[in-house]
């Protein structure tokens, strides 16, 4: 489908950038309409990647992996394929499978990612997640090998303020092999800087618990009988438990000595919020590996690992974060 100008992402030079002369992280977005076009936008890119010879990787839903499988033919046994329903559930999940691509292929001159998180099935709560993510790539892979990773939005089913936001976020847009510079794009720091805003107040219902040391054995206890009366299965309730008792152990060492801690219901399950009195200043704390060496930084890690939705909201009053367990 050809895109008038108006949908397309804004173009500032005639000068077009090509895989020949790509030399550092390159996070392009690329707009497109209905499954047919996805296939027309995203296909030529991946074959191009094979062709050359360079480690390809495509993170979208499974349903548009079987797509792009036909469409390619024979190439698709040369690339890496994973389903963004089990990869990028919870969005801060994403950028660890990226590196873990790029630490796969530490001698490749190129690597070339394809990666959509965002479609209308994300909920309201996802959907920030993923944007912030989109935000962080910025930052995450700022000194990263040569990986150009384009991401695919669909103009026929998502918001126009998606779109709007998928501009600021993406350094460059285009259209297959030939990107150019974007002048909506926010610099990376300004971008993830938008996303650090309050998280909706929590439901009048919600139940509060506040703490302090030694109340971690009652928090535990708390939050497994809610998790148990939401239905949650034993081993999310068990997953649930850890995170929080990770939650409310870092605000004891780290956020003023006590906190507060908030549970309620919604359609997807059961949220838990942990609010203190500190601050974070690493943007992407639960989004890296930690080192072995590394002191600090695996309680979010981890969080992250056992929840299906974790949001960190980090302001000069305190720090607040809200995990989320579904329903299986």
Request: proline share 7%.
């Amino acid at each position: 489908m050809a895109l008038p100008p108006s949908r397309r992402g804004s173009r500032v030079t005639s000068t077009t950038t090509t895989k020949s002369n790509v030399a550092a992280f390159r996070h392009e977005a690329v707009f497109y309409g209905g499954l047919d076009g996805f296939v027309r936008a995203v296909a030529p890119f991946v074959r191009a990647g094979v062709d050359a010879g360079q480690p390809v990787m495509v993170v979208v839903a499974a349903s548009k992996i079987d797509l792009l499988r036909q469409s390619l033919g024979s190439r698709a046994r040369h690339v890496e394929f994973a389903d963004m329903g089990d990869v990028g559930r919870n969005p801060a999940r994403i950028i660890p499978a990226w590196t873990e691509f790029v630490n796969r292929h530490p001698d490749a001159p190129t690597l070339w990612g394809v990666g959509e998180p965002i479609d209308t099935r994300r909920s309201a709560a996802e959907l920030a997640e993923c944007q912030r993510h989109e935000a962080l790539l910025n930052v995450a892979f700022e000194d990263a090998p040569p990986l150009w990773l384009q991401c695919p939005y669909d103009l026929d089913a998502l918001n126009p303020s998606v779109i709007s936001e998928a501009r600021r976020s993406h350094p460059f847009v285009g259209e297959g092999l030939e990107p150019e510079r974007n002048r909506e794009y926010v610099d990376r720091g300004d971008a993830a800087a938008g996303f650090d805003e309050p998280l909706p107040e929590p439901p009048t219902a919600a139940a509060s618990l506040p703490f302090t040391s030694g109340w971690l054995n009652t928090i535990r206890d708390f939050v497994d009988g809610r998790a148990r009366v939401a239905g949650l299965s034993s081993a999310k309730a068990s997953d649930l438990v850890l995170a929080i008792n990770e939650l409310a152990t870092n605000s004891l060492r780290h956020g003023g000595g006590q906190g507060m801690l908030r549970v309620w219901e919604d359609e997807h399950g059961l949220v838990c919020e942990v609010a203190d009195s500190g601050t974070l200043h690493e943007p992407l704390l639960g989004r890296q590996r930690p080192s072995a060496g590394r002191l600090g930084g695996r309680g979010l890690w981890m969080v992250n690992q056992l929840c299906d939705l974790v949001q960190i909201r980090s302001l000069a009053t305190g720090t607040v974060v809200r995990v989320h367990a579904y329903h299986d």
